[in-house]
């Protein structure tokens, strides 16, 4: 949880201007219930529904 929470915290304060960034994205890996929890493998991003509007 530590490292998640710091993860979350560094690419929250992350600015980068002029291109698009996967940033949004990997907040929402991090938040996402079955990674926080440990139940993830190879074919999780597979199954992964990002949220372009969250």
């Not at 926080?36 to 999780?44: A, C």
Request: aromatic share 12%; charged share 30%; glycine share 8%.
């Amino acid at each position: 949880e530590e490292c998640i929470s710091k993860m979350k915290s560094a690419l929250s304060e992350c600015v980068i201007e002029g291109i698009r960034t996967i940033l949004p994205y990997q907040l929402q890996i991090l938040n996402h219930d079955d990674f926080k929890d440990g139940n993830f493998d190879t074919g999780f991003l597979k199954k992964f529904n990002y949220n372009q509007g969250d």
